[in-house]
């Protein structure tokens, strides 16, 4: 079992399209994971609700800082990966998360590098560890980055990163259409139509990497793929 969080003080870095992104990928694959909404602004929720239900996939809407360690430790026995999407915020909530958190992702977009709400987490667990003696493993994964970004400019960015002693994940979402989309339309990349999603073979393709590098810094159980053709029927079912 492995907590993972998603945090960036700032909004709009990519932390609820890089969580539902991990989740939806690691249900796939026959993970069992819960997805903890502890987002006032309830986009994952708004997600699932439309959704319907997905195997191997539990969203926990409404959760406070009392709820949070109640949620896990109740599903802790039937769960391999917690997936908490967190607000662009620097508060109690985030805190809490952070203690409770085997590795924190912090996304960073890799076109702006606008790193201050990168910082003031990275700040957050720096002191989490000082005053509470505790080690948070963390990494920036770099997230909506355009084709416009040079190999360059991302492999200074990662140097820079490096330099300050921040692990930067090899696999970086790139902006897509499809990932935005899966807001509006609901499900999973899976379920979308490729006649009308563009370069969904090469979303998909960034999602598993994404996902196996953490498989790869987490491992949870033995790894059993979901067979795909129940996966979409059910999905479809009861979407
Ligand atoms: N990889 C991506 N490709 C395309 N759009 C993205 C990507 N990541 C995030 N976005 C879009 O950017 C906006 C902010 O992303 P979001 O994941 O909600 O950030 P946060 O949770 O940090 O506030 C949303 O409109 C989302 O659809
Ligand atoms: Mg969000």
């Known amino acids: 079992m492995a907590i993972i969080s998603l945090a960036n003080a700032k909004g709009g870095a990519g932390k609820t399209t890089a969580a539902l992104i991990l989740a939806t990928e690691l249900a796939r694959q026959g993970y069992r994971v819960v997805i903890l909404d502890a987002d ?10 439309q959704t319907g239900l997905l195997p191997n996939l539990t969203v926990i809407s409404e959760v406070t800082v009392a709820s949070l360690p109640c949620h ?4 802790k026995p039937v769960t391999d990966y917690f997936v908490i999407d967190l607000a662009g915020a620097r508060d109690a909530l985030v805190t809490t998360a952070l203690g409770m958190s085997d590795h924190v992702l912090i996304p960073v977009q890799g076109c702006a590098m606008d790193a201050r709400g ?5 700040d957050l667990i ?9 080690r948070i493993p963390h990494s920036v994964i770099l997230t909506r980055v355009s084709a416009m970004v040079t190999t360059r400019a991302l492999m200074q960015i990662k140097a820079l990163l490096a330099r300050r002693g921040v692990n930067v994940l090899n696999t970086m979402l790139a902006e897509r259409t499809v990932f935005r989309d899966l807001f509006d339309c609901g499900g999973n990349l899976y379920g979308m139509d490729p006649a009308k999603a563009s370069n969904l073979d090469r979303a998909i393709e960034n999602a598993q990497a994404f996902a196996q590098e953490i498989r790869d810094l987490l491992p949870a159980r033995a790894y ?13 079912k009861v979407a």
Do not use: S
């Open 224 to 236: 059993t793929p979901a067979p795909a053709k129940t996966f979409f029927r059910m999905a479809r």
């Open 40 to 49: 006032p602004q309830r986009w994952i929720t708004t997600w699932a609700e």
């Open 126 to 134: 720096r002191l989490l560890e000082e005053k509470a003696h505790i």
């Open 118 to 122: 990168a910082a003031q987490i990275l």
């Open 72 to 75: 896990i430790m109740d599903l």
